[in-house]
């Protein structure tokens, strides 16, 4: 079983992805952390984030693996590094290269091939598993995206503020969906779920009722 969830920054793709997964026993693969891995190691290796070829490079070089919760890249554990705010605001900039995108979603097809599997992105329903047999689109408002992303930061120990967030996530949101390759785009065949108001639960029973052929 393959099952798409897309959708802007905040919309809760991957709170509600690993409830799904656990529900259904399935594997889930956040592929945004894989994008910001790679960022992380770019910036604490100090390679510039305008030069394409190096990065590019340096994702060949590196290898990204997921054990439980925690991420590795090249061995060494980067759970919360890739969580940091310099991280998030670089990610799009990595993103964007063509060939970093094809050496991840390589990865993830061929992840995809052997599990049954649930993956949070911006490209799954569109470029990552095409043919997946549900496709959903998570959307929220601006604002209530900014005071969950806030609330997940503080969570993790964080400092920083709502606007500094809200601005960060609209810079993404713009820069994901204006690239080249693998955009943000709301495939005609996904279903659209607005999260705004919504619990975590009911955007899960939404989810679970479709995927069970319920409504
Ligand atoms: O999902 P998350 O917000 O952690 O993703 C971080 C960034 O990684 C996104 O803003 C986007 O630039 C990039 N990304 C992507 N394609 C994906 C998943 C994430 O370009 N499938």
Redesign the pocket.
């Known amino acids: 079983m393959q099952i798409a969830i897309d959708g802007p920054?905040?919309a809760g793709?991957?709170t509600i992805a690993k409830i799904i997964a656990k529900e259904l026993g399935i594997l889930y693969l956040?592929?945004?952390?894989?994008?910001?891995a790679i960022t992380y190691g770019i910036w604490k290796n100090k390679i510039d984030f305008s030069d394409q070829k190096a990065i590019a490079d340096f994702t060949k070089e590196n290898t990204i693996d997921f054990k439980g919760t925690d991420v590795y890249l090249s061995g060494e554990k980067v759970t919360e590094e890739i969580r940091l705010p310099i991280v998030?605001r670089h990610?799009?900039d990595?993103?964007?290269i063509g060939e970093v995108?094809r050496l991840l979603v390589g990865q993830q097809q061929s992840i995809a091939g052997c599990h049954s599997v649930i993956m949070?992105?911006?490209?799954?329903g569109s470029v990552?598993l095409p043919k997946a047999d549900y496709k959903f689109y998570l959307d929220a408002s601006i604002d209530e995206r900014a005071r969950r992303r806030a609330i997940e930061q503080q969570a993790r120990g964080i400092d920083q503020d709502f606007d500094s967030i809200r601005e960060s996530i609209a810079v993404?949101d713009y820069?994901?969906s204006h690239r080249d390759e693998?955009p943000?785009v709301c495939t005609e065949d996904a279903i659209v779920v607005d999260t705004t108001g919504k619990s975590i639960e009911e955007v899960c029973q939404v989810i679970l009722d479709n995927i069970r052929g319920g409504k």
């Not at 956040?30 to 910001?36: E, K, L, P, V, W």
């Not at 949070?120 to 799954?124: A, N, P, S, V, Y």
């Open positions: 920054a905040g793709k991957s956040d592929t945004g952390a894989m994008y910001r998030s990610t799009s990595v993103a964007c995108r949070d992105g911006r490209d799954i990552v993404r820069n994901d693998g943000l």
